[in-house]
């Protein structure tokens, strides 16, 4: 809870996370040899405006290993691809969410008048429209993650020749 970063705590003791601007404070998740590796995410507690700091990219991943993950050899591993050719490059890490856009501005739009939590109309992973990524004939791991406010996706993996087929398509 400590680390959690809980506003409403006010500097009650145990909870010295409040900062004037131009300070800091660094929040230590000690990670024992109980916890198993997993693919996480943080992101900002802030009172009323979560939403919208999540919005705006105001999160990210949080990932741990072990040795007995790294000897699973999966792809970006140090025993599968070596060191330093892991993370973001074998091991990739996708964050999707929807957002608006500004069509004059190009600047977003946080609109969440429903209380449902914003959608948007532009899909991106990573932050970018229409992503490319170019890959090698290899074994590739990909972490995603759903950072969109609201939304929730059914995530399908196709060759391009039957990109254009419903998923209900059997033939």
């Not at 090698?136 to 969109?148: D, E, I, P, V, W």
């Amino acid at each position: 809870h400590f680390s959690d970063g809980y506003p409403e705590d006010n500097d009650t003791p145990g909870h010295r996370h409040r900062k004037n601007p131009g300070e800091a404070f660094t929040h230590h998740y000690p990670n024992n040899e109980y916890q198993r590796p997993f693919t996480g995410w943080y992101h900002d507690h802030s009172v009323h405006i979560t939403s919208h700091h999540i919005y705006r990219g105001l999160a990210g991943f949080y990932w741990l290993s072990d040795p007995i993950e790294d000897a699973l050899r999966l792809p970006g591993s140090p025993l599968a691809d070596g060191p330093g050719r892991g993370y973001g490059v074998f091991d990739i890490p996708l964050i999707q969410k929807d957002v608006m856009i500004d069509r004059d501005t190009n600047l977003l739009i946080y609109n969440n008048c429903s209380h449902m939590g914003a959608f948007g109309d532009v899909m991106t992973v990573n932050g970018k429209q229409q992503p490319f990524f170019t890959v090698a004939n290899r074994k590739y791991r990909f972490r995603h993650l759903n950072g969109s406010d609201s939304r929730q996706y059914s995530i399908a993996i196709r060759k391009i020749e039957n990109l254009k087929r419903s998923r209900d398509d059997k033939s």
